[in-house]
Every structure is written in structure tokens, then in C-alpha cells.
């Protein structure tokens, strides 16, 4: 709206140098970005110049062909940068994930480096000295979110009772009753019902904060038999679910805990695999589980679809029932592919420009150009390393 007001505007400007106002290519010529004093004085002199001319339509045509041509250049120039640009990125990836497996090789500093900062939001909030209650842990099925957990309550020596499977608001409070006491750390893992249940909902706002100082959790039902209706919590708690769900409440609770996302991308969940892979086994070898890393190594990308630390654990007890099929027996669980994805690393590979690319692409995948940005922004999130 603000271009056509000032295209109006500009039109007066031509009549004054006696070019006809339908003769000038305003779209072309004006300069949105610009202000209206800016487009003027750049307008102007082009109409001093063209007024003098024999034949104002051909050095208008002539302008605006060489206008179109450089712009066209630059945006031939930025796509090849971009192109240049995601190439390096991906050799980048690929070396430091070579990087990483080496270090893995007598050491888990990798383990340490992905898993430090939620080992400490577990000693933070199973210390029953901090103000801080409530601890969330989400993210992809597979990345270790439970044993990690676990397994950091028992090196700080924590006290905690652990919950999994499906509860009703009622379970709920009758389970936070009797586990109240302070200093004990309540870690719910992939509990249906907690958030997704408007009731089980209040409850957990108030186990995790208290205008007073108090967090005081109520049930008014005669079906609480021995149990009061009203009580105060004193306890911490840890959920580990997948995905917070959008409902009533469930962004205060987020605001009244630590909140840490698990999020590898295959390179990383190969190098943590590797740091497992030098843990004592209880029936295989060292040298044998890192013959199955080599294996998922060779076989596995980016656009490896499903790859998560159960897939290390599926293809070891493969190993086990079978040491001459267990490739073929795991090849299916290495090589499910992302078809789009691939076909977006290939042609990003071969092409000269990124709009080649994407032309390239849509014509394989019958996708829009849209789609196109959604599946490379995809690609390049799946390809960054953690600092």
C-alpha cells in the first residue's frame, strides 16, 4: 500500500518532464525499501534524461532490461553462496562426527558433554535446599531420558520413588500424599493422565508452587477415605514425557520448573552409542559392540529415520541370536530412509545453484517450493552438531 502511494505520488513528477506516466515501469523502477524524497530524487533524474530522449520507450525498456539482469545476477550469486554454504556445512558435520567417534574410543566425554547440563537440573531439584520444585525433561523416544535420570538419583544419593503407566486425578493425590515428605524427589515417567486431565492438572500447579511459601495440595471427595482433604507437599518432582500437551495450565507448570529438551540428531546418537559401547556388557565384548558401531557407522546418515539408542540395543540382541545374519537381520533398522531428505542431499550435492536445486527437487518430489524450505530447514537442523 505504501509503494502504490508513492507510485501516485510520483506520476505528478513525470508529467512535470512531459513523460507519459503509463510509459514508465513503476514497479520496477520504485524502490520500496526506499522513502518517497529517496525514490524521488533517483526517479528524477532518470526522467531528465529520458524527457531529452528521441525515443523514451526504448531507453525505458533498456533501463529496466539491465535493472532485471542485475538483479537477477545477485540473486544467482546469493543462491550459489547458500548452495556453497550448506556443502561446507555438511562436510563440517560429517568431520567432526568422524571427530567425535574418535574421541570415543577409550573415554565418554561425549556422554558428559550431551547429558551434562540435565544431570545437573536433577541434582538441582533433588536438593531439598533450592526453591526450585519441578523438573520437565522432553523430547524424542530413545535418547536415554529415563536411565539418565535414575541413574543421577542414585549417584547424589537422592531418595526417590519412581511412577510409570496411567493415573486418574484421584491416584494422583493419593500418590503425592503419601510421598510428601520433604527431601524425597517423585520422578513420573510417560504418565498418562498427569497432563492430559484438567484435575491431575491443578493438582501438579500446586505441588509445584505455593503463594505462601506453602504448596498446599486439596481434594474435596468423600471417595479420599483415610486420606485428608487438603495437605502440604513437600516432596520434588520430575516428569519425563515426550511432548508437553497444549492444555489448560500446562504452561504454568512449565513456568514453575526447569524445562530440558532432548534433542541428538543422528551423528550425535552415534557418538553416544560409542560411549556405551565401551561399557561392560553383560554377554558381549568390547571389540564386539564396537564391530556393531562400525556397522551402523557405515549404514547410517541424517536422513536415518527411527535411530535412537534402542536401535543399538535391538541390533546387540540381534548379535547375540545370530553372529553370521545379524547384519542382514539389522540392515532394515539402519537403512529406513527419509526418501525427501535424501533426494535434498543429493541434488543440494550435484547442483550449481540452490535454485536449481530446488527446481530439481519439486520436479522429483511434486512438491511446492514452499515444502521445499520446510524439508531444507529440516535437513539443516538434523545436521547441526552441538557445541
Given at each position: ?52 530522449s528521441n525515443s523514451v520507450k526504448d531507453k525505458i525498456k533498456s533501463d529496466f532490461k539491465t535493472k532485471k539482469t542485475t538483479i ?308 539443516n537442523q538434523i545436521m547441526t552438531i552441538k557445541k
Open positions: 500500500m505504501e509503494k502504490e502511494k508513492q507510485i501516485n505520488q510520483l506520476k505528478k513528477v513525470a508529467e512535470q518532464y512531459g513523460v507519459e506516466a503509463d510509459d514508465y515501469n513503476w514497479e520496477a523502477m520504485v524502490d520500496e525499501t526506499l522513502t518517497l524524497e529517496e525514490n524521488r530524487e533517483i526517479i528524477t533524474e532518470d526522467l531528465r534524461i529520458l524527457s531529452g537477477t545476477a545477485e540473486k544467482e550469486e546469493t543462491a550459489r553462496i547458500q548452495l556453497q554454504q550448506m556443502n561446507e556445512e555438511m562436510k563440517y558435520t560429517e568431520s567432526e562426527f568422524k571427530k567425535s567417534l574418535e574421541k570415543m574410543q577409550n573415554n565418554n566425554s561425549v556422554l558428559q558433554k550431551l547429558y551434562w547440563l540435565p544431570k545437573k537440573y536433577i541434582e538441582v531439584v533433588a536438593n531439598p535446599n533450592n526453591d526450585i520444585y519441578g523438573l520437565i525433561f522432553t523430547g524424542q523416544a530413545g535418547t536415554s531420558k529415563s536411565y539418565s535420570t535414575i541413574q543421577t538419583l542414585n549417584e547424589v544419593g537422592a531418595e526417590y520413588v519412581y511412577f510409570s503407566g496411567y493415573t486418574t486425578p484421584l491416584g494422583l493425590y493419593e500418590f503425592l500424599y503419601k510421598n510428601k515428605e520433604a527431601g524425597k524427589t517423585i520422578v513420573f515417567d510417560d504418565t498418562f493422565g498427569i497432563l492430559n486431565n484438567t484435575n491431575s492438572v491443578m493438582i501438579m500447579l500446586n505441588a509445584l508452587y505455593g503463594s505462601a511459601g506453602k504448596r498446599k495440595i486439596s481434594w474435596s471427595s468423600s471417595k479420599t477415605k483415610n486420606i485428608p482433604q487438603e495437605f502440604i507437599f513437600e516432596a520434588n518432582v520430575i516428569l519425563i514425557i515426550n511432548e508437553v500437551p497444549a492444555n489448560i495450565g500446562t504452561d504454568l507448570i512449565n513456568s514453575r520448573s526447569l524445562h530440558y529438551r532432548f534433542e541428538f540428531n543422528n551423528y550425535e546418537m552415534l557418538s553416544i552409542m560409542k560411549a556405551i559401547a565401551n561399557l561392560k556388557h553383560p554377554t558381549l565384548s568390547k571389540a564386539q559392540r564396537i564391530e556393531i558401531i562400525n556397522f551402523m557407522e557405515e549404514n547410517v546418515d541424517e536422513t536415518t529415520k527411527s535411530f535412537d539408542l534402542r536401535t543399538q540395543s535391538k541390533i546387540e540382541n540381534l548379535y547375540q541370536f545370530s553372529n553370521e545374519i545379524w547384519k542382514d537381520l539389522a540392515m532394515p533398522l539402519v537403512q529406513s530412509r527419509n526418501e525427501k531428505l535424501v533426494l535434498l542431499k543429493q541434488f543440494i550435492k550435484s547442483s550449481s545453484t540452490l535454485v536449481e536445486a530446488k527446481r530439481e527437487w519439486s520436479k522429483a518430489t511434486g512438491l511446492s517450493e514452499r515444502q521445499f524450505q520446510r524439508y531444507n530447514k529440516k535437513l
